[in-house]
């Protein structure tokens, strides 16, 4: 009686119920880890769907369920908009409202064509699928902002997220909404086997297969020989990063921090993204200051600004936010420029029309494009694919497909957003895109979460949010063969999703006969 007294109030208050179920699922995302929230979420909101009169109240109710999941788990981005001196503080309320509004266009969407199937276990099947194929579309639509994918929430559980190699985040992520959406089928005490005992059964299957495939993977700790990674991280304020007064004081914590206790040990040093304003590749006093930071035969691998000039073209001067090797006499050796811009943050989008719209970086100029993905050759390093920022964040664009690179190399600056959830799972898209190319992946951070992630999303090293240090580890072994998924990419979802829709939209035999 109790029971269905809540649900009729739950429906009656449908569209209020909707946006806390939104609220209600961040809690299971990073760095929180809630995992039941996940199943409130979802099971609340296939509930609600399953019990609406019409399709249109259908996608009322997935916006506002999109709008409270997107809006509350990126509100950490209005931190960027708080740093002092970079007058923007009056916008801080514009990503959450923002992100919900993006977000809930995708809730709405999964809503309405759920809506069309029947009722019950069809209805969640598509909601899953259509759910995981939004995940796609996030990845791409409007330059792509993949951010929060639902598999993200078992990256504490390494376990957990093996089937990512598979399938990839966005396959493993349509089966943890359906399965989070399965009590919602729960009609009576008769129907609790039906329900809960198959959503049991296929998180065992998840675990099942993530043990089998962890017990044959060698051991954390079974690194490559004669190769030792020094992640530096020096925590510099944002308000900081960027002042010109402190310009040689930041370049000298980096050579310090680089420099300390065992640094003759360390094969590579990998600073974080745009680690200084000098720009390396131009500047003799900052190359100068590299070679001091490096010990005799060992690597630079930097975040850096670094400058192209070409008479030829227009503009003769183009700017990247790029990664430059060096080596401990200062000789550039290589880079790789980053190919996927931050809209508003690196370029603005449309600048023609409206030019009164500034970037929220320093840099006056837009930064231009890179070439895209690619593995980096480069004197006395295992070839490595590099990636600046939120480029990590792209399931099955992160690795050249052609040349397989030994392992991954992130760097980032999370500065901009301050001790937020935002880090956190920022790290936990890289624990991701490990998983599912089968290779190691190091991560310097401005700070947190930098750390090393083996083969299978293991964490080997690391260094907390706000903390200034170092973190030396041996870089793992890359599987031996690229993973499903590395080999096959999204199409290998993308199939799964439309098996399911189809399965979905097949007619009961029953509905046949009757004919």
Avoid at 158 to 164: K, N, V, Y
Avoid at 236 to 264: C, D, F, Y
Avoid at 289 to 315: C, D, F, H, K
């Amino acid at each position: 009686m109790i029971v269905e007294k809540a649900a009729e109030i739950f429906c009656r208050k449908k569209y209020m119920s909707a946006l806390i179920c939104g609220f209600i699922a961040v809690g299971a995302l990073p760095p929180f880890y809630v995992i039941p929230c996940l199943f409130v979420a979802f099971s609340g909101i296939v509930f609600l769907i399953n019990r609406l009169d019409s399709k249109r109240q259908a996608a009322g109710a997935g916006f506002l369920f999109g709008f409270g999941f997107f809006s509350l788990g990126l509100a950490w981005v209005s931190n960027a908009l708080m740093i002092e001196g970079m007058g923007f503080q009056s916008l801080a309320p514009v990503p959450p409202l923002g992100f919900g509004l993006w977000g809930g266009l995708f809730g709405a969407a999964a809503a309405v064509t759920a809506a069309f199937f029947k009722k019950g276990l069809r209805r969640l099947t598509a909601f899953s699928a259509v759910w995981g194929i939004l995940e796609w579309v996030r990845s791409w639509l409007f330059t792509g902002f993949p951010w929060n994918l639902i598999a993200s929430v078992w990256t504490d559980w390494p376990a957990m997220l093996q089937t990512a190699s598979v399938w990839g985040a966005y396959g493993l992520g349509v089966v943890t909404v359906f399965t989070a959406g399965l009590p919602a089928l729960f009609t009576g005490r008769k129907e609790i086997v039906k329900t809960l005992l198959p959503a049991v059964l296929i998180l065992l299957g998840l675990f099942g297969f993530g043990i089998w495939r962890l017990e044959k993977a060698p051991a954390p700790d079974n690194t490559i020989n004669g190769v030792l990674i020094r992640l530096v991280q020096p925590n510099i304020p944002q308000g900081k990063k960027w002042s010109a007064a402190e310009a040689e004081q930041n370049l000298m914590k980096h050579v310090h921090l680089s420099r300390a206790a065992g640094a003759e040990k360390a094969t590579h040093v990998i600073w974080p993204e745009t680690a200084t304003q000098f720009l390396l590749t131009d500047d003799d006093f900052a190359r100068a200051m590299v070679t001091s930071a490096l010990t005799p035969g060992s690597i630079l691998l930097a975040g850096s600004l670094r400058r192209e000039v070409n008479n030829q073209e227009q503009p003769a001067v183009k700017m990247f936010n790029s990664i430059v090797a060096m080596n401990d006499l200062g000789v550039f050796l290589g880079s790789y420029d980053k190919s996927h811009l931050v809209p508003f943050g690196e370029y603005v989008p449309l600048s023609d029309m409206f030019p009164f719209i500034r970037k929220l970086t320093p840099v006056a100029m837009d930064f231009s494009t890179g070439g895209g993905v690619r593995t980096v050759i480069i004197p006395r390093t295992l070839p490595v694919g590099m990636l600046v920022c939120y480029e990590v964040i792209f399931p099955g664009q992160v690795a050249d497909k052609q040349v397989r690179p030994y392992w991954l190399l992130n760097v980032t600056n999370d500065g901009w957003y301050g001790l937020s959830a935002g880090p956190y799972q920022h790290f936990a898209a890289a624990q991701m895109r490990a998983v599912e190319e089968g290779l190691p992946l190091a991560r310097a951070a401005n700070t947190g979460i930098s750390g090393m992630i083996d083969a299978y999303g293991r964490v080997t090293a690391f260094l907390e949010l706000g903390k200034q240090g170092i973190v030396d580890a041996g870089l793992p072994r890359r599987t031996d063969q690229p993973t499903f998924y590395a080999a096959y990419g999204n199409k290998v979802p993308l199939i799964f999703c439309l098996i399911l829709l189809i399965a979905a939209a097949v007619p009961d035999r029953k509905t046949k006969d009757s004919k």
